[in-house]
């Protein structure tokens, strides 16, 4: 019998919210946090991390209009480059309070009349 998969809110939050500050020390100016793609070797960390951005949601057939979720949003690198390239709306979700904020005020400054939404919920919230 499988086990009831029961979130982990506190765990998560607490890793995530130690400090920006610190996640800043070690991650891209985009501050995404997963491997990155080098295409070619004189890639900078912040250029590998784009690609890796542009090859996903290049696989994705992404029309105008249409809305991306992306559960586990992190500070929204893959959210802005969405709405940036492919003109298209977006919701992302957090269990983090200082990525949800930071995604907020990036949304803020975005030019775009696309819709963009940050929730601070998790998968199993989402309706």
């Known amino acids: ?3 009831k998969l029961t979130p ?10 130690i400090s920006d500050d610190f996640f800043r020390l070690f991650l891209d100016p985009s501050q995404t946090y997963s491997c990155a793609y080098f295409e070619r070797e004189d890639m900078t960390l912040e250029e ?3 690609a890796k951005i542009d090859l996903a949601l290049g696989k994705l057939g992404l029309q105008p209009g249409m809305t991306l979720l ?5 500070w929204g690198a893959t959210l802005r480059r969405a709405i940036e390239k492919y003109d ?3 919701i992302g979700l957090t269990l983090s309070k200082n990525q949800a904020a930071h995604v907020q005020t990036s949304f803020d400054q975005l030019e775009s009349a696309r819709s963009r939404k940050v929730l601070l919920k998790g998968w199993e919230q989402f309706d």
């Open 1 to 3: 019998m499988a086990a």
């Open 8 to 17: 982990h809110f506190d765990d998560v939050q607490a890793h995530y919210d």
């Open 48 to 50: 590998a991390q784009v």
């Open 70 to 74: 992306d559960v586990g949003c992190g």
């Open 88 to 90: 298209v709306n977006v």
